[in-house]
């Protein structure tokens, strides 16, 4: 079996999808040494990988010009003797180039959307994609094989749109093996509430810093905020202004991103994490606080309802008054209570968020697509 990957970009700095599909790719390598793959995306400065380190494997960074149109891209893919297409985020012209080469050769292809048909994604230049949708977009996603879903309600997100195809409904995975097994020692002087993800308006930090100034004050003095990310400069400096008017210099602070090492370290120190997002198809932020034994509070954005019911964080509603309520309520707990809640959410990425458990699943959806054996449990027609 040999698959393509086809994504935008891997950078450093683009976020979690870059995370998640090399972490696949090489988790799925390792399961199983007869299958090849190769990844196509376009150059970088930062890429987060150049190798997979495995003959059986390669990576291709193309040239683009305007709206990200690659020629070596499109070249590769007509040269390539494939099996099955694999392309991830939509929206953006090289799944686009994907989708239209993998019709023409009459080979097989799924996408996997990303988060970006969101009803919140889906009102952001809400003109531009309702143009794109018309023009090419929902023509790639009807075509597919297959869509992947990475959790229930990005389901119902592809089914809202009027799409039939079938869903694989795979989640995200978590490298466990960056985490170490060893529980930490918290930072209780003073206490630390973690924001590490990309620093875009989706993500609701508006939310909480209004949140913080409405939790009670007396919990406050032994907490601070620690913002961890990238970002447009334009916004970044526009929340800072927001936290100096409201007189929060010495509680929130933003600082540069951080990554490998230097990232695990800080997840692990953070007594909770907090992502008040108004959208995510998956989260990979809350899976690697949780793999750090670190609560987590996010929003019902995310498809994370098992903060609650494996008692590991909040899972509240969007807005400032329930995070106001989620961060009284953790806020209130002991250090020794958080950190249980802490055990919880490391024994939920164990079992159920690995990256091997993950790309078994991803194996078998390719095997049912290739060999049209038995439907896997996760496909919804």
């Known amino acids: 079996m040999k698959v393509y990957h086809v994504i935008t970009s891997i950078d450093i700095t683009t976020g979690g999808p870059a995370r998640s599909v090399t972490y696949l790719i090489a988790a799925m390598l390792e399961l199983d040494n007869t299958l090849q793959i190769e990844l196509d995306t376009l150059k970088s400065k930062t890429p987060i990988i150049t190798t997979f380190n495995t003959a059986n494997s390669a990576i291709r960074f193309h040239a683009f010009k305007k709206l990200q149109r690659s020629k070596s891209l499109v070249s590769s893919l007509l040269q390539s003797q494939v099996s099955l297409f694999h392309g991830h985020g939509v929206w953006q012209m090289p799944v686009h180039q994907m989708a239209k080469v993998a019709r023409k050769k009459e080979v097989p292809y799924i996408i996997t959307p990303r ?116 970002g447009d400069p334009i916004y970044i400096k526009n929340l800072k202004a927001r936290i100096k008017a409201a007189n929060l210099e010495h509680q929130i602070t933003i600082k540069s991103p951080v990554f490998d090492d230097q990232k695990t370290k800080i997840f692990r120190e953070a007594s909770v994490f907090v992502l008040p997002t108004y959208s995510e198809n998956f989260g990979i932020v809350v899976a690697e606080a949780l793999a750090s034994y670190t609560p987590v509070i996010t929003t019902t954005g995310a498809p994370w309802q098992e903060l609650n019911t494996h008692n590991c964080g909040q899972w509240v509603e969007v807005g400032v008054t329930s995070l106001v309520n989620a961060l009284n309520n953790m806020m209130e707990k002991s250090p020794k209570d958080l950190l249980q809640m802490g055990v919880n959410g490391r024994e939920l990425i164990e079992q159920k968020y690995s990256m091997h458990a993950v790309a078994k699943q991803m194996l078998e959806l390719y095997d049912w697509i290739l060999n049209n054996n038995n439907k896997p449990h996760f496909i919804y027609e």
């Open 115 to 230: 988060g970006m048909l969101e009803p919140w994604a889906l009102t952001q230049g809400k003109l531009k994609k309702q143009l794109a949708l018309k023009l090419f977009q929902y023509k790639d996603l009807e075509k597919a094989t297959c869509l992947h879903a990475t959790a229930p309600m990005e389901v119902e997100s592809i089914r809202a749109l009027g799409l039939k195809n079938p869903v694989a409904m795979i989640p995200n995975g978590v490298n466990i093996s960056q985490f170490p097994e060893k529980i930490p020692n918290k930072a209780n002087n003073p206490k630390r509430m973690l924001f590490l993800s990309r620093i875009h308006v989706k993500k609701g930090i508006e939310n909480l810093i209004e949140a913080w100034q409405q939790v009670d004050a007396n919990l406050k003095q032994d907490w601070v905020i620690d913002i961890y990310g990238n």
